[in-house]
């Protein structure tokens, strides 16, 4: 679902999802997982269980290699392997839970080998963590952005869901049983944040037959999401970017005069591109929008994520929530996936931008109403 004007006050929407319904029995089991194998489907291989090569670095390698060796061999199998790195990030590691990590890598460091030699960091990090030691253990696993349950302040059943339950967590995928979410993340039980423990269950036979995931395609599209994974490949075309239709019958002046008119389109095209945003890359759209926010004194606190800034600016835009998480969620791909983003991701950076900016440039002629001021200069 995607609200294209924001969450308004006094309009009603409906919101559906699929929920697995684990083969009719009343709760998941870790035997039914532990017992699920690893026939792993081409399309899971190929796009969960990759590494980009110089994304992490040996500490990363050598930390899986020795979590999976302290298991029994009877223990081995990717439940087993995904509950214990969870555990060694959530509680056994020594690992803190930190939202300022400036100054932390100075060792040139990949920032995965970074946070688990300093053991210090945030969600985005701990998730981050635990995907790149599933995957460097074999098993496919994927990076999750949203938000934690929330709060139930007067046990109304009414549940409050603010920016501080913006959360990142992993999901595990297995056979039979699909995506299984795990959250290695310590820390902010006050919005429902824990980790994820199973009931062993009574022993399960391995399947003899292996089919698709609930709910899941197993053709899915390339970039039918532009935030999916499959949206982050090598290359891509710069928005604005003009292709020439083929030649038409007019003879020679009239296709010079059509290439004329499409090359001045596309220069046109390009200049305002250029001139209305730094660039479509994630991290200097990221950049973009923090710099004219912090010019229009909204800038972002030392201590916020990415989120948390951007849940807040949407604030005061509301028009521009989904637009700025768009933003925050492709930088953090880009800076701790270390992805690069293809071309719909590309397409919708720009558009994205360009609506943010254009909502925060009304900031000018108009102050919000909603008690929110501009960020002090001071450091607090």
Known sequence: ???????????????????????????????????????????????????????????????????????????????????????????????????????QCKDNLQLVDCFIQNKQGYCEFFATAMVMLMRELGVPARYVLGYLPGKDPENDGTWSVDRGAAHAWVEVWFPTYGWVEFDPTPGNGENGQEATVLPPGPRVDPPSTIGPPLGEDPNPPECADPLDTACFEDGGV?????????????????????????????????????????????????????????????????????????????????????DLHLIATAKVEATYGRRTAGEGLLRSLGQAYRRVRFGLLRLVIRRPKIGLRPRSKKPR
């Open 238 to 322: 710069l928005p604005g970017t003009v292709t020439p239709p083929p030649p038409t019958d007019g003879g020679i002046g009239g296709i010079l005069m059509i290439g004329a008119i499409i090359a001045a389109l596309g220069g046109l095209a390009l200049f305002a591109a250029y001139r209305r945003m730094p660039s479509t890359q994630p991290e200097l759209a990221y950049k973009g929008v923090t710099s004219l926010a912090t010019r229009l004194g909204y800038g972002p606190r030392p201590s916020q994520t990415a989120y948390e800034f951007a849940a807040g600016l949407g604030e005061l835009v509301p028009v521009a929530q989904e």
């Open 1 to 103: 679902m995607k609200l294209v004007n924001g969450v308004q006050q006094d309009v009603p929407y409906v919101v559906q999802s699929f929920v697995r319904d684990d083969h009719g029995k009343n709760e998941l089991t870790g035997n039914q997982l532990a017992a699920a194998g690893v026939d792993y489907p081409e399309w899971v291989k190929s796009r969960y269980t990759a590494i980009r090569p110089g994304s992490i670095g040996e500490l990363v390698s050598q930390t899986a290699r020795q979590i999976k060796a302290q298991l029994p061999e009877e223990r081995r199998d990717p439940y087993h392997l995904a509950v214990a790195v969870q555990d060694w990030l959530y509680r056994t590691g020594g690992f803190e839970y930190v939202t300022d990590v400036r100054g």
